[in-house]
């Protein structure tokens, strides 16, 4: 899997948007060390301290402030990017948040989308295109077993229900304007709850973790019993890698689709469950309480089928739970205790994936 992006993306022009958050700022330099040319087009960071500055990702980065919003500075950035390959990661991504704002929620999650892809198609010459959606994108009946890709879409609150907008958008382009002989070859990723160090979030369940357990207190969890499908963010963007490594390729029109990055069976477990280990690593007496609410309302199960993606793609999950959360909680003992070289961490914790990745299994230890 990890062996050939190093060859896909080799000079490759790469564009981000939304290079300045979380898992943007994780695949910017990710692709950087694979010796893409990585050209971003995002808000600024988006909180204080961010992955983005923390890790000086604009050394990596041709770095360019824009909202995909802005439907004429988005064209002509692209139009002068003149990227062979696309990854649309720029969205609205907190839940709590679609409620206190919905309507710009749509218009970044669904409008921007199709922004992103008109201005592509103004290029009229070979892109390869990975829209990032979310898990929530499916219509959540509360079921037991996972997702697959043709599943219905649907969402119950304005953040799921946009993430389903942002797939429609998706299929209409690919169908109206990039079909089978395109130049332009365009898939979509779900993913399922990402940790990692870096993500300063609010209403994230790791960095609330971080902010309680550094000051000494509890963390309190509005719903703890809810089970989601929690991976480690270099997951799935080796899926998103794998993905736009494909369109890249001879037979790209086979992939021009949805696909699920998943994590496996012992990654599907409760909020409890991923803050008491957590809480564990960190030490310290931290731990949590329950959060008296009242909340928004959320889905209490989900979980994504990812057949596909291993049986087409040849992606798999690589680092267990354990891994996961000592990499997480190691990145950000080290960044509050020594503030040292954060990028250099960032990249060794790459480096150690893709050793992993290639040996086809985790280290099952501690980091």
Same mark, same amino acid.
């Given at each position: 899997?990890i #062996?050939?992006?190093?060859?896909a993306?080799?000079? &490759?022009t790469?564009?981000v948007?939304?290079?300045t958050?979380?898992k943007?700022?994780?695949?910017s330099l990710? +692709?950087? &060390? ?8 995002s808000?600024?960071?988006p ?8 890790c000086?990702i604009? #050394?990596s980065v041709?770095?360019f402030v824009?909202?995909?919003?802005d439907?004429?500075? +988005? ?5 002068a990017v003149k990227?062979?390959v696309?990854f649309?990661?720029?969205a609205?991504p907190i839940? &709590? @948040?679609? !409620?206190?704002?919905?309507l710009g929620?749509?218009s970044t999650?669904? %409008?921007?989308?199709a922004n992103?892809?008109e201005a592509v198609?103004g290029?009229?010459r070979p892109c ?13 009946r #509360?079921w037991?077993?996972?997702y697959?890709?043709n599943d219905p879409l649907?969402?119950?609150d304005? !953040?799921?229900a946009?993430?389903a ?11 109206s304007?990039f ?7 365009? /898939? ?5 709850n990402?940790i990692?160090?870096?993500d300063?979030a ?6 609330d973790?971080v &902010?309680?357990?550094?000051a000494?207190?509890?963390v309190e969890?509005?719903?703890p019993?809810a ?7 270099? #997951?799935?963007?080796?899926? !998103?890698?794998?993905? /736009?490594a494909k ?5 790209? $029109?086979a992939?021009c689709s949805g696909?699920n990055?998943?994590?496996?069976a012992?990654?599907v477990?409760?909020v409890?469950t991923i803050?008491a280990?957590a ?5 310290s007496?931290?731990g949590?309480?329950?959060s008296?609410?009242p909340h928004?309302?959320e ?10 993606a291993?049986?087409l793609l040849?992606w798999r999950p690589t680092w267990?739970?354990?891994e ?5 909680i190691?990145? !950000?003992?080290t960044?509050? @205790?020594?503030?040292? $070289?954060?990028?250099? %961490?960032?990249?060794e ?6 050793h992993d990745a290639m ?6 230890g501690?980091a």
């Amino acid at each position: 899997m990890i #062996e050939e992006l190093g060859s896909a993306f080799d000079q &490759r022009t790469v564009l981000v948007t939304g290079h300045t958050g979380f898992k943007g700022s994780w695949l910017s330099l990710w +692709l950087n &060390r694979l010796g893409a040319r990585v050209y971003g087009h995002s808000l600024a960071p988006p909180t204080v301290p961010s992955m983005f500055d923390v890790c000086n990702i604009a #050394e990596s980065v041709d770095h360019f402030v824009g909202d995909i919003r802005d439907y004429e500075q +988005l064209r002509t950035h692209v139009a002068a990017v003149k990227p062979d390959v696309v990854f649309h990661m720029a969205a609205q991504p907190i839940v &709590r @948040e679609s !409620y206190a704002d919905p309507l710009g929620t749509f218009s970044t999650n669904a %409008i921007g989308t199709a922004n992103v892809l008109e201005a592509v198609r103004g290029l009229a010459r070979p892109c390869a295109v990975v829209v990032v959606s979310s898990d929530k994108c499916y219509d959540n009946r #509360e079921w037991v077993w996972g997702y697959r890709e043709n599943d219905p879409l649907g969402g119950k609150d304005p !953040y799921s229900a946009s993430k389903a907008a942002t797939e429609l958008v998706t299929a209409c382009w690919r169908d109206s304007f990039f079909g089978e002989g395109s130049r332009v070859k365009l /898939a979509s990723a779900r993913a399922g709850n990402v940790i990692g160090g870096g993500d300063w979030a609010t209403d994230r369940i790791v960095p609330d973790c971080v &902010r309680a357990f550094s000051a000494g207190r509890s963390v309190e969890l509005r719903n703890p019993g809810a089970t989601r499908p929690w991976q480690h963010v270099l #997951e799935p963007l080796a899926g !998103y890698l794998l993905l /736009a490594a494909k369109l890249l390729g001879d037979e790209a $029109d086979a992939y021009c689709s949805g696909w699920n990055f998943g994590p496996a069976a012992e990654g599907v477990c409760t909020v409890e469950t991923i803050v008491a280990k957590a809480a564990d690593r960190w030490g310290s007496g931290a731990g949590w309480t329950s959060s008296p609410g009242p909340h928004p309302k959320e889905a209490h199960a989900l979980s994504l089928n990812c057949d596909k993606a291993i049986g087409l793609l040849g992606w798999r999950p690589t680092w267990t739970m354990d891994e996961m959360i000592c990499q997480t909680i190691d990145w !950000y003992r080290t960044f509050e @205790e020594r503030q040292t $070289d954060m990028m250099a %961490i960032t990249l060794e914790q790459i480096g150690r994936f893709e050793h992993d990745a290639m040996k086809g299994r985790g280290t099952h230890g501690s980091a």
